[in-house]
């Protein structure tokens, strides 16, 4: 089950707490230099980062990615989902056209990174990623995103072209009063360990992405 809803509420307005640039090397040596913002009043009290990245064109939407932090993938490398390629992508493509990348602190689909090792463990049983968490007791993707919403608003974003395969975070920004210009997908990173992952992401939560690609 997801968040979606018709029309949402942002609750009162978040303000920049702090900016830094800070220049970033990836693992594959593509380097690049962004601002980070850090904020007061978030909805969920929570560390989530705006990443500032490129120089949008004047008057040109800017291209946003709402990542969930993943760090068995983004930091570790891990084959079991698809986050640490799409980070790395989404860097590269809003530095391109100018944008933001909004690094939320939502470990796990909203379950937490213990929880989530747990839910691995259900899948090598056989589960796949949404029956491993309701296995747990927990909601299958639990994330929020009125905080993205209101650091958008920030950062005067009212009007977004959004880098994701979930129709879910599309729907949640809208009912939130975020404007989705377009909806821009993510290249298709599949590997040996992650194929039921992403099969289950189409079949079960309508994610675009093309299941032709999905071998094994």
């Known amino acids: 089950m997801t968040n979606t809803e018709t029309s949402r509420t942002i609750p009162g307005a978040a303000t920049v707490r702090s900016r830094v640039r800070i220049p970033l090397t990836f693992g594959d040596g593509y380097r690049v230099e962004a601002e980070v913002f850090t904020f007061h009043g978030l909805a969920d009290g929570a560390e989530h980062l705006a990443l500032a990245l490129g120089e949008p064109a004047p008057g040109a939407v800017p ?27 989404s860097v590269e493509r809003i530095a391109e056209t100018g944008g933001y990348l909004l690094y939320l602190r939502q470990e796990g689909r909203g379950i937490g990174l213990y929880n989530k090792l747990d839910a691995y463990a259900l899948q090598d049983a056989g589960l796949d990623t949404y029956q491993a968490n309701t296995a747990l007791g927990l909601p299958e993707d639990g994330r929020d995103y009125t905080a993205a919403a209101q650091m958008l608003t920030t ?8 880098l994701s395969n979930n129709p879910d975070k599309a729907a949640q920004l809208a009912a939130l009063g975020i404007e989705i210009a377009e909806r821009v997908p993510t290249g298709v990173h599949v590997s040996e360990s992650n194929v039921r992952y992403l099969r289950a992401k189409v079949e079960h939560t309508g994610h675009s992405i093309p299941l032709a690609r999905l071998v094994g």
């Open 155 to 162: 950062l005067g974003a009212g009007a977004v072209r959004l």
């Open 63 to 89: 291209l946003v990615r709402l990542h969930s932090e993943c760090l068995t993938g983004d930091v570790f490398g891990s084959d079991r989902c698809d986050c640490g390629p799409q980070l790395r992508e």
